[in-house]
T-cell receptor
């Protein structure tokens, strides 16, 4: 089966702490794409990052960083020095050789001021 | 430059009524997708178009649901004889076909449907 699992349903951290959101995927495909989206209270899904299966380089964008490890089928997302504006639901998703995104169930992140 | 837009943003209807939603994708994007998101869940794929052709439909899309993209630009999603179980956020996304390279789908704000 091809699926995406986000085991953390809810996480709360105090502002300025670092936090890592976990994502594990399952597939037999050799070519696939992995994504992270942010869904703030307004409801709109905001694209954060896209990775293809041939590129295992980690990526950093400001306070955000992503760790892609094929050996463990994981694509984890870390926010450094968290801020209240980071509070949202975060979704990991994938494209497994077709056109439809498969989403995890999301992790609700709350940053406590 | 505008993103994906959806209309209406909210719709309340009575069970048994028909509803229609509209999605306007990013102008140069040739692919358009519909997803449904229920409370506490991630979005689930419903269907997608490449230009005006509907290329895939999910089993979630019962015969009460129909989607069109007549001129390869905007799309409509119609639900006939709505049921309370249809209450959800309906999300539209668009992307540009780009062979061999990772693709990103960009989402609109969604239409929240409440069936009473």
């Amino acid at each position: 089966a091809q699926k995406v699992t986000q085991a953390q349903t809810e996480i709360s951290v105090v502002e300025k702490e670092d936090v890592t959101l976990d994502c594990v995927y399952e597939t037999r495909d050799t070519t696939y794409y992995l994504f992270w989206y942010k869904q703030p209270p307004s409801g709109e899904l905001v694209f954060l990052i896209r990775r293809n299966s041939f590129d295992e380089q980690n990526e950093i964008s400001g306070r955000y960083s992503w760790n892609f490890q094929k050996s463990t089928s994981s694509f984890n997302f870390t926010i450094t020095a968290s801020q209240v504006v980071d509070s949202a639901v975060y979704f990991c998703a994938s494209l497994f050789g077709n056109e439809k995104l498969t989403f995890g169930t999301g992790t609700r992140l709350t940053i406590i001021p | 430059d505008t993103g994906v837009s959806q209309d209406p943003r909210h719709k309340i209807t009575k069970r048994g009524q028909n509803v229609t939603f509209r999605c306007d994708p990013i102008s140069e994007h040739n692919r358009l997708y519909w997803y449904r998101q229920t409370l506490g869940q991630g979005p689930e794929f419903l269907t997608y178009f490449q230009n005006e052709a509907q290329l895939e439909k999910s089993r979630l899309l019962s015969d009460r649901f129909s989607a069109e993209r007549p001129k390869g630009s905007f799309s409509t999603l119609e639900i006939q004889r709505t049921e309370q179980g249809d209450s959800a956020m309906y999300l539209c996304a668009s992307s540009l076909e780009n062979d061999g390279v990772g693709r990103g789908q960009f989402f609109g704000p969604g239409t929240r449907l409440t069936v009473l």
